[in-house]
Structures are given as C-alpha cells and as structure tokens.
C-alpha cells in the first residue's frame, strides 16, 4: 500500500495512485492500536498525496486563471454599466406603469361613482312618477365601466408584481419569524463548552482529525 503514497512519476500513475487510495481507504477497517497508529500515517499520506496533485497542475491553472481573470475583467468593463442602465429603464418602466394603474383604478372608481348616482337618480325619478317607493328599497346594481388599458403591451417586456415588506416593530413579530443567531450561540460554546447553559439547546463534542503533509 506504501507505493500509492509515492511521488508519481506522471500524470496517469498520479491518476491510478489516487483511485487505489481511495478504494483501499474505502476498505479499511481499524479494530486495534496497531492499526490505529498505521492509519494516521495514510492520513499524512493522503494528504501529501493531495499536495503533490495541486503541485502538478498549479502553473497550469495560475496561467489559465489569469487569463480567464483578464477576458473576465475586460466582459466586466462593458457588462456593468448596461446592466446599471437596464436598472434605470427598468426602474422607470415599473414606475409609470405603477401610476398609470393608479390613475386608472382612480377613473375606474369615479366612473362607478358616477354610474351608481345616475343609477339613484333614475330611480328617484320613476319613484316619483309611478308613486312607487318600494324601487326605492332595492340595492342599487350598476355595471362596473370597462375602460381600455392605457398601458401598452411591449414585445418581449414583461411586469411581475412583487411584493415586500419593512419591519415596523420587532416585539410584534410572532416567533415563528425569528432567525436563531448560530455565531452568537457558538461563540458562547466555544467559550463555555459543556458548562454551556442555554434554554433549548444542546451541547455536545465531536472529534476532527487533523493531519499535514510529510
């Protein structure tokens, strides 16, 4: 198994080398202390072995992350300042949209209004020329006004309504929308450990094994 650990010798030895690590890892079975002390020096040897893998492509990948970091710059300098400008237009695009909607439910409602007044006046007038008040009685029904959509339709534009929200006062939101604060919490484990006294919470250890590299 030794040989695995070995400085390849090239690109597709380096490749069996890291397949024959894994399965025989994948294999392995630790039931005394001998086997324990022999396992922690594969760990070191994995880990060299990891070493040695991005030793053998680091001047390939500098070279081709510098020029991706060159093209990608450059694609930044055009992309940034049309996306800034699409922001604009569309931020202008949602307003008049908004307010024309508002000026249209506005003369929507004052057309109603004004139908359901005419509405009451008819019936007034035939009341009182039929002598039949019982009309009188009768909820008063109109058609809601149909008005044309002053928004035009854009070929390949489309409006989605989104909804947000502000928070106004913390102490009235409800439980359910809290965000338990992880970091603050595992700060003060970190700190205390199993003297940790936090309502709701339990605290435990695991171990991690550490290794570098021979």
Do not use: C
């Not at 880990?47 to 001047?59: A, G, L, N, P, T």
């Not at 009685?137 to 006004?145: G, K, Q, S, T, Y």
């Not at 992880?182 to 309502?199: C, F, H, S, Y």
Request: no cysteine; hydrophobic share 35%.
């Amino acid at each position: 198994m030794l040989n695995i650990f070995s400085k390849s010798k090239n690109e597709l030895t380096l490749r069996k080398d890291v397949d024959e690590i894994l399965a025989e890892m994948e294999q392995l079975d630790i039931t005394t202390n001998e086997q324990f002390e022999t396992t922690g020096a594969f760990v070191q040897g994995i880990k060299s072995k990891q070493k040695e893998v991005k030793d053998h492509y680091e001047d390939k990948r500098s070279r081709t992350y510098d020029a991706y970091k060159a093209v990608t710059t450059t694609i930044s300098s055009y992309i940034n300042p049309l996306e800034k400008a699409e922001g604009i237009v569309k931020k202008k695009l949602g307003v008049y949209r908004v307010e024309t909607e508002r000026k249209h439910r506005e003369e929507e409602r004052l057309k109603l209004a004004e139908a359901r007044w005419k509405e009451e006046e008819r019936l007034l007038a035939e009341a009182a020329e039929t002598g039949n008040e019982l009309i009188l009685d009768d909820e008063v029904i109109v058609a809601p006004p149909v008005l044309e959509t002053v928004v035009p339709k854009m070929k390949g534009i489309s409006f989605t309504t989104v909804w947000k929200f502000a928070l106004e006062n913390i102490n009235d939101l409800p439980r359910q929308y809290m965000i338990l604060d992880v970091k603050k919490i595992q700060g003060v484990v970190d700190a205390l450990k199993e003297a940790t006294a936090i309502p709701g919470i339990r605290v435990f250890s695991e171990q991690q094994v550490g290794a570098r590299a021979t």
